[in-house]
């Protein structure tokens, strides 16, 4: 392994591409040739052969014994040996969904869809479901109930620069995906205008004309007034409607009482602010929204995203090239783990496990009766809440995700995975989740293996091995294979192109097909989209071929302040982290200062704290300490952690999405108080720093 592999980068949905090159620790190089980011990389993807050389790499399998807390090397069949008795044993006593199993939106399409074709074949659990369910899920339902598809973006990102109005909801792309903010800047420069719409004023709104900053969790209702105005303006494209929508007049009727003087009481939004809003997408030949977690991670997300679908499909955009609707993907592979199996209630192919004709289709690629598969399981954050319950399951098998930082209202989620009579977690180091487990697997990483990934386009494209991974490792699809082979007689393949075959198979004839493509296809054609490069221009994913429109309602976030609790608590990311921190806090050349509470100068000054000083932030659900940082782009009424610490989802709502069950992480209610001091990080980081 000399020469320099074309490959992507380990963290977002962006995928960008790079060269790798050396035998252990890898060379990173640009690769301008990759469409998608032309050699760009932010400073994660630049600094991410860090991931490398580290310390605190796992090289065997762990076991704990419950009394001493002590750890224990052994071998991998005295692993899985256990784990497959533990799950066994889970079986006896609670049936087949006394196991479960939770997945990662990082995960390769071949790793996910092999665990959960060991979760259903295998194992005969119901009980799966994953990560992603936290990230974009919300704006899965919603494209799948207004278009009858979800893939986030429905055309190529670079699209963006064709747009004359670009309005971007809860998005912070010059932080968390800066290559794709060149995209903005060519925009720009072409006389196009950019809309920002987030209660904070990030560095994305510096390439904005025009920045919204709405109360947390008011976006629904600044939808609703946007439409109200376009309709009395006469913008809606009515021609459009009749001949590729249905629902209309009921949209049309439910936001007739949306004034903008209403819409400024409810959000903060001044009235001539959102004349203008609505004045300038009205006088567009191409308008696109595209929605992130900062519109979608509400309960009430799903309802917010049809809202501003609303507000595309009365423009006549969706369709037209260089406007639309779009949802800005966050996690590496949150779209293609989301297509093939990991979701509770999804086959692969994004086919519904319900559907008589999709079990029938799958059940024959995996060999297997159709009767035996299970039916739907109970969404990621049911899932855990039910962990260890009499009625829920007593063995968890954990797959890319760090839960105890990333789950809401982690001290219950943390009490729920410790209340379990086994937990098994495959991971790369000792994270904060495998630090409660009873054995921790250690397995291969992103350059050490081979697999697919679907970026926020729908672009498939291959991860190539680079290197060679440590002695003791195996990968994930050796681990899913160990654990089948000992559970069943279902045949597992350990090779990701062979999977990646089986996987298009079980996926052939689906909303998601990826019959077509090959490892081959993708190398040549640098990456191949799924259902084509550009979708709806003539048809939309309904059997009529036509979009749904829905009136939904403004309801607000399921906490909003009071005495107690005067202000609402946001949660986000930042530039040189991502996700729960787990890979990036290990990177020495990325800033890893800690978590903050992001206060404005007037709460700031109530308060009597400056930046740096100590203090705390408290919800109905928990508390945690950190140093103030003052700054005047934030509303007066809101605070911001991030969450790549543990801490932040300690404080975080439970609440969920009726139709996404997705937690309401973006907004709840909370008070501040100055404290003497951070006497240290918010819990003690079992993990030590490479
Ligand atoms: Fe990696 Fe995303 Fe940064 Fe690109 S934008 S280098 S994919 S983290």
């Given at each position: 392994m000399g020469a320099a592999v074309e490959t992507h980068c380990p963290y977002c949905s962006l995928q960008c591409g790079m060269r790798l090159e050396g035998r252990r620790v890898p060379e990173v190089s640009a690769w301008e040739e990759f469409p998608v980011n032309r050699g760009a990389l932010c400073r994660k993807g630049w600094s991410a052969a860090g991931l490398y050389g580290g310390r605190d790499r796992l090289t065997s399998p762990l076991v704990r014994d419950r009394e001493t807390g002590e750890w224990s090397a052994v071998s991998w069949d005295d692993a899985l040996d256990r784990v497959a008795a533990g799950f066994r044993a889970a079986r006896a006593d609670r049936g087949p969904d006394g196991v479960a199993v939770f997945g990662g939106g990082g995960l390769t399409n071949e790793k996910a869809y092999s665990l959960g074709k060991l979760a259903r074949a295998a194992l005969g659990t119901s009980q799966i479901d994953y990560n992603g369910r936290w990230c974009m899920s919300s704006a899965a339902s919603a494209g799948i109930r207004a278009f009858g598809l979800d893939r986030g973006?429905?055309?190529?990102?670079?699209?963006?620069?064709?747009?004359d109005v670009l309005v971007l909801v809860g998005s912070n792309l010059a932080e968390t995906m800066p290559p794709a903010a060149r995209h903005l800047d060519r925009l720009r420069e072409r006389g196009g205008r950019v809309v920002v719409v987030d209660p904070r004023r990030t560095p994305t709104a510096d390439r904005a004309d025009l920045t919204l900053q709405p109360v947390p969790g008011t976006d629904l209702a600044l939808a609703l007034g946007v439409l109200h105005l376009l309709v009395a303006g006469g913008a809606v494209e009515e021609d459009y409607l009749a001949a590729r929508t249905t629902g209309w007049p009921e949209v049309r009727e439910s936001v007739a009482a949306w004034w903008p003087e209403r819409v400024e009481r409810v959000t903060g939004i001044e009235a001539h602010e959102l004349r203008a809003f609505a004045a300038m997408l009205a006088g567009s030949p191409r308008v696109m929204v595209l929605t992130a977690r900062g519109a979608e991670q509400h309960s009430t997300g799903s309802d917010t995203v049809l809202a501003w679908i609303n507000v595309a499909l009365a423009l006549g955009m969706v369709g037209k090239r260089g406007a639309g609707y779009g949802c800005l993907t966050g996690q590496g592979n949150g779209q293609g783990g989301r297509e093939h199996g990991q979701k509770a209630d999804q086959l692969p192919g994004y086919r519904r496990i319900d559907d008589p004709a999709a079990r029938a289709h799958v059940a024959g690629v995996w060999g297997v009766d159709p009767d035996t598969l299970p039916g739907p399981g109970r969404s990621a954050y049911e899932l855990l809440d039910a962990l260890g319950t009499p009625g829920g399951p007593s063995a968890l098998l954990v797959m890319g995700s760090n839960i105890v930082v990333s789950a809401p209202r982690a001290t219950h989620v943390t009490e729920r995975l410790e209340s379990l009579d086994l937990l098994v977690v495959c991971d790369v180091v000792m994270s904060e989740t495998a630090a409660l487990a009873d054995v921790v697997l250690p397995v291969t990483q992103w350059a050490e293996e081979t697999g697919t990934m679907t970026n926020l386009e729908g672009r498939v494209v291959l991860r190539q091995r680079a290197i060679t991974p440590p002695p003791g490792v195996r990968s994930d699809l050796d681990v899913i294979a160990g654990l089948a082979s000992r559970l069943s007689s279902v045949p597992f393949s350990t090779d990701p192109e062979e999977v990646f075959a089986e996987l298009g198979r079980a996926s052939a004839g689906g909303p998601a097909d990826y019959s077509a493509i090959t490892y081959d296809r993708i190398r040549d054609e640098g990456g191949v989209f799924w259902g084509g490069e550009r979708l709806f221009a003539e048809s939309f994913a309904h059997p009529d071929g036509r979009a749904r429109m829905y009136a939904v309602e403004h309801r607000g976030a399921a906490e909003q302040p009071c005495a107690d609790y005067p202000v609402h608590l946001t949660t986000g990311r930042v530039l040189a982290q991502y996700q729960s921190g787990a890979q990036t806090r290990r990177v020495r050349s990325l800033p890893d200062d800690g978590p903050f509470i992001e206060v404005h100068p007037l709460l700031a000054a109530r308060l009597g704290v400056d930046s740096g000083d100590p203090l705390r932030v408290s919800t109905r659900r928990g508390t945690m300490s950190a140093p103030a940082r003052v700054v005047p782009t934030i509303r007066p009424d809101t605070v911001f952690v991030p969450f790549h610490w543990v801490g932040a989802n300690r404080l975080t709502n439970d609440a969920l999405d009726p139709a996404s069950r997705m937690p309401e992480f973006k907004v709840c209610a909370a008070r501040l108080a100055r404290v003497e001091e951070v006497a240290q990080r918010p819990s003690p980081d079992p993990v030590a720093r490479a």
């Open positions: 973006l429905p055309f190529p990102l670079a699209d963006v620069e064709e747009a």
